[in-house]
T-cell receptor
Framework: NAGVTQTPKFQVLKTGQSMTLQCAQDMNHNSMYWYRQDPGMGLRLIYYSASEGTTDKGEVPNGYNVSRLNKREFSLRLESAAPSQTSVYFC???????????FGSGTRLTVV | KNQVEQSPQSLIILEGKNCTLQCNYTVSPFSNLRWYKQDTGRGPVSLTIMTFSENTKSNGRYTATLDADTKQSSLHITASQLSDSASYICVVSGRGTDSWGKLQFGAGTQVVVTP
């Protein structure tokens, strides 16, 4: 099925550990995004990639890095996880900024 | 302060009844407004997208309205079904280079449809 695939679906990390969240889309979209969703709050943009080869900071980039590996893949890395990074992370893609976004099913991350 | 406010925070409705969700925003200049449905444990799924020149758009039993002058939108669900139980999220996109890729998300309205 066409769409956005995120791995893993669940992860528990200890404080200070690192990990990479993977995201891939098969719709040939130009733009990709990483969001986090916390209880009682709207989704917040961490980083985005307007097109292959470019990345930019969003609203809450501290503690994260990203890589746009190719047009299909956009990964999010936590170098030294902190409890404040406990959240649900969503990857999304779109053809343009004004077109509809397609979201992945999310990664639920717990940092203890 | 969040630029997109949704009300109510949650509501419970009987199967078959109608309901209306509200969204107020302060994002300016405005490009478009979107409504998403998010089932528990899943990513948001797009229901409608409206530009400032559109004042209503439907997707099956979902009808969204937009008043760009008052910066208000509503989502009306007709003849609710159990599968409508979800969080409904209002999302506003600004216009301009500084707004690129930076959608403003509301916190969502949690709808529970009971038999």
């Amino acid at each position: 099925n066409a769409g956005v695939t995120q791995t893993p679906k669940f992860q528990v990390l200890k404080t200070g550990q690192s990990m990479t969240l993977q995201c891939a889309q098969d719709m040939n979209h130009n733009s990709m995004y990483w969001y986090r969703q916390d209880p009682g709050m709207g989704l917040r943009l961490i980083y985005y990639s307007a097109s292959e080869g470019t990345t930019d900071k969003g609203e809450v980039p501290n503690g994260y890095n990203v890589s746009r590996l190719n047009k299909r893949e956009f990964s999010l890395r936590l170098e030294s996880a902190a409890p404040s990074q406990t959240s649900v992370y969503f990857c999304a893609s779109s053809q343009t900024d004004t077109s509809g976004y397609t979201f992945g099913s999310g990664t639920r991350l717990t940092v203890v | 302060k969040n630029q997109v406010e949704q009300s109510p925070q949650s509501l419970i409705i009987l199967e078959g009844k109608n309901c209306t969700l509200q969204c107020n925003y302060t994002v300016s200049p405005f490009s478009n407004l979107r409504w998403y449905k998010q089932d528990t444990g899943r990513g948001p799924v797009s229901l409608t997208i409206m530009t400032f020149s559109e004042n209503t758009k439907s997707n099956g039993r979902y009808t969204a309205t937009l008043d760009a002058d008052t910066k208000q939108s509503s989502l009306h669900i007709t003849a609710s079904q159990l599968s409508d139980s979800a969080s409904y999220i209002c999302v506003v996109s600004g216009r301009g280079t500084d707004s690129w890729g930076k959608l403003q998300f509301g916190a969502g309205t949690q709808v529970v449809v009971t038999p």
